[in-house]
């Protein structure tokens, strides 16, 4: 098994929530919103380009628009490999946590 990341966890889990609307500025304003931190955009970028090369995640360009001065923005998302890493990174984190004693 080749475990995700703690990033590439998130990174994931934010394309899984954004659905089509997955971008590098959504995912980075939905992790924020999430966990109440900051992050910069080489800490997103950094895990998609590495979650595309493993196939997890595919990059769709959208349509270029007068607002990004004639750019395409870039949709992603998670590929069946990505959905299955998922789950495995939650159900590993079930089975790690599912005899710890309760400190919370």
């Known amino acids: 098994m080749n475990l995700l990341t703690r990033t590439e966890e998130f990174v994931l889990l934010m394309i899984l929530k954004l659905g089509n609307e997955a971008y ?3 995912i980075r304003n939905r992790i924020h919103s999430d ?3 900051l992050w910069s955009f080489a800490s997103i ?3 998609l380009n590495k979650l595309l090369r493993r196939g997890y ?3 769709v360009p959208g349509e270029a ?3 990004r001065g004639g750019k395409k923005k870039y949709y992603y ?3 069946s ?3 299955t890493a998922l789950q495995e990174i939650r159900n590993t984190q079930n089975q790690i946590w599912a005899d710890a004693p ?3």
């Open 65 to 67: 628009t007068p607002e």
């Open 24 to 26: 590098g500025v959504s």
């Open 77 to 79: 998302h998670l590929t």
């Open 45 to 47: 970028y950094q895990p």
């Open 35 to 37: 966990t109440g931190q």
């Open 57 to 59: 995640v595919m990059k």
């Open 102 to 104: 309760e400190i919370l």
């Open 81 to 83: 490999d990505g959905k």
